[in-house]
C-alpha cells in the first residue's frame, strides 16, 4: 500500500491539493497529515480525490470544532484523530504526532514501524534504533506549504517501508529535479 504524507499546510490549499494529486497519480491510497491544516475548510481540496486522510492538529490548530464537524460529516475522506494518532495500515503501526521531539520519542519505543511528524519544516526520512533492538522508521514530510522551505511532501510503501521526498509542483506535468538538500540527506527529490 502505497501512502502520502504531508505536514504544515497552514492554509496553502493549492499547495496541499498538488501533492495530493501527483501522489494520487503515483498510487497513493491514504494521505496522512501530520499537524498545522489550520483552517480546516483547507482540507476541502481533498475530498474530490477520494483518498482516506488520516490527520492530526498541530500547534496552529485553527477551529477543532469544525474539523471534528468535517470529519464526521456522511462521506468524508477526512478522519480527525486530535493532537497525535496511533493508526494500523496495511499491517504497518503508525504514530502521527506534529512535534519532533515527540516523534522521536515514540519511534524509541519500537512499539511503531512508522513515526511521522511536521512542525520545523525540515523534511527529512531516517532509520531510528528502538528499545527493542530494532529499527523505526521516522518521516518529517517537511511543510506542504512551502514556509521558509521548499514545499515538500514523502511517499512511500508501507509493504517496504521505503519512503522518498518530493518536492510540490503545481503543475502536474512539471519534471522536478533533484537538489542539494535531497543529496545531502542521502534521499534524492523526485
Not at 498510487?27 to 480546516?40: K, N, R, T
Not at 477543532?64 to 484523530?81: F, K
Not at 512499539?111 to 523505526?136: F, P, R
Amino acid at each position: 500500500m502505497k501512502i502520502c504524507i504531508v505536514s504544515d499546510s497552514h492554509d496553502n490549499r493549492s499547495l496541499l491539493a498538488a501533492a495530493a494529486t501527483a501522489a494520487k497519480a503515483q498510487g497513493a491510497e491514504a494521505l496522512l497529515h501530520c499537524g498545522d491544516v489550520v483552517a480546516p475548510a483547507t482540507l476541502s481540496v481533498l475530498q474530490p480525490l477520494g483518498l482516506p486522510v488520516h490527520v492530526i492538529h498541530g500547534n496552529n490548530s485553527g477551529d477543532l470544532e469544525l474539523m471534528t464537524r468535517i470529519a464526521s460529516q456522511p462521506g468524508s475522506v477526512v478522519r480527525y484523530y486530535g493532537q497525535d494518532a496511533g493508526i494500523r495500515l496495511h499491517n504497518r503501526r503508525i504514530f502521527l504526532v506534529h512535534y519532533p521531539h515527540h516523534a522521536q520519542s515514540m519511534a524509541a519505543t519500537g512499539n511503531w514501524d512508522l513515526v511521522c511528524y511536521g512542525h520545523d519544516h525540515t523534511a527529512h526520512i531516517e532509520q531510528v534504533s528502538n528499545m527493542k533492538g530494532g529499527h523505526t522508521l521516522l518521516v518529517n514530510p517537511g511543510t506542504v506549504a512551502g514556509i521558509d522551505a521548499k514545499a515538500t511532501y514523502a511517499m512511500g510503501d508501507l509493504e517496504t517501508l521505503r519512503f522518498t521526498l518530493h518536492e510540490v509542483s503545481v503543475e502536474p506535468s512539471s519534471e522536478i529535479a533533484g537538489d542539494n538538500m535531497g543529496e545531502q540527506q542521502g534521499y534524492q527529490f523526485v
